[in-house]
């Protein structure tokens, strides 16, 4: 199993920026394609963008296409979400999961961390 931890949320006005980090322990970080999910008050987690093992292909929701970047290190074991031209809408706590490879289970889930947009 892989433990993750997100890190980075917080307080930004719309149209600012944030990058939030998702740092693994355990299993080899590499045996994972990763993801992100978010869930505001009131409202179903959603999927917000997924990154494969080496990094090399990422797939977007299209409410952040264009806005949201994942990217990973595997070196250091950690995964990134740069997000910019925030927008109110996308206040909520934001997750990040782990995929083992050739399956299409997310089954390792961090804590959660909180970003607010304000308008």
């Known amino acids: 199993q892989v433990q993750l931890v997100e890190s980075g949320g917080g307080l930004v006005q719309a149209g600012g920026s944030l990058r939030l980090s998702c740092a693994a322990s355990?299993?080899?970080?590499?045996?994972?394609?990763m993801g992100w999910f978010r869930q505001a008050p009131g409202k179903e987690r959603e999927f917000v963008g997924r990154?494969?093992?080496?990094?090399?292909?990422?797939s977007y929701a299209d409410s952040v296409k264009g806005r949201f970047t994942i990217s990973r290190d595997n070196a250091k074991n950690t995964m990134y979400l740069q997000m910019d031209s925030l927008k109110p809408e996308d206040t909520a706590v934001y997750y990040c999961a782990a995929q083992p490879l050739f399956t299409e289970v997310w089954t390792n889930w961090g804590q959660g961390t909180q970003v607010t947009v304000s308008s």
């Open positions: 355990g299993r080899a970080f590499r045996n994972y394609n």
């Open positions: 990154i494969t093992w080496n990094g090399g292909s990422t």
